[in-house]
């Protein structure tokens, strides 16, 4: 089945750039979309079609792509920032939608 | 405003079945794919099933064959009919909603979740 690899953890201090990756097979073919999920709460789009920032996300949240990696980019961080993000996207088919493992942000 | 609530979680033994549903409120619920996603404790998001506006489903591998999406679009309501649960199926299952018509993702609404444990 497919599978979409994020790194576990990323720590940064607050006013540093927090950068967060995910890579997958089918991501040249599919969108991207990144999820923000804090304890509690639902979770919050912060970036979809890989680049696009959804209205009432800060201009400090930026998506890229690259080839099989798609990366979510968070400038200036602060302490609010700190929460599990998820990549979210589709296989080849378009069938079946899967989550990345998810990637803890501590902010320091 | 869009409201999805959930209901029909409990406790199960393995092997055994539940049906959660969804009530949906606040938008066209014919026109949207909707899905489930499920979170095991202390585990991450996991996508379970989709299901278009023409009730065609789609579903995670490891819940093939024993889980069941269908709608009923005249009462705006969403349901999982889940066979043959396993401990690994606990979890806290949210309702979500596409955010685009003719998509089922990206999510852009979510219930508060409905919690399904498995335990003899």
């Known amino acids: 089945s497919y599978e979409l690899t994020q790194p576990p953890s990323v720590s940064v201090s607050p006013g540093q750039t927090a950068r967060i990756t995910c890579s997958g097979d089918a991501l040249p073919r599919q969108y991207a979309h990144w999820y923000q999920h804090k304890p509690g709460q639902a979770p919050v789009i912060v970036i979809h079609?890989?680049?696009e920032r959804p209205s009432g996300i800060p201009e400090r949240f930026s998506g890229s792509t690259s080839g099989t990696t798609v990366t979510l980019t968070i400038r200036g961080i602060q302490a609010e920032d700190a929460a599990d993000y998820y990549c979210?996207?589709?296989?080849?088919?378009?069938?079946?939608?899967?989550f990345g493992g998810g990637t803890r942000l501590t902010v320091l | 405003e869009v409201q999805l609530l959930e209901s029909g979680g409990g406790l199960v033994q393995p092997g055994g079945s539940l049906r959660l549903s969804c009530a949906a409120s606040?938008?066209?619920?014919?026109?949207?794919?909707m899905s489930w996603v499920r979170q095991a404790p202390g585990k991450g998001l996991e996508w379970v099933s989709s299901?278009?506006?023409?009730?065609?489903?789609f579903y995670t591998d490891s819940v093939k064959g024993r889980f069941t999406s269908s709608r009923d679009n005249s009462n705006n309501t969403l349901f999982l009919r889940m066979n043959s649960l396993r401990a690994e199926d606990t979890a806290l299952y949210f309702c979500?909603?596409?955010?685009?018509?003719?998509?089922?993702?990206?999510?852009?609404?979510w219930g508060q979740g409905t919690l399904v444990t498995v335990s003899s």
């Open positions: 299901i278009g506006s023409d009730s065609t489903a």
């Open positions: 079609k890989d680049t």
């Open positions: 606040g938008f066209t619920f014919s026109a949207y794919a």
């Open positions: 979500v909603k596409s955010s685009v018509t003719g998509d089922p993702i990206p999510f852009d609404y």
């Open positions: 979210l996207s589709a296989d080849s088919s378009g069938t079946s939608q899967v």
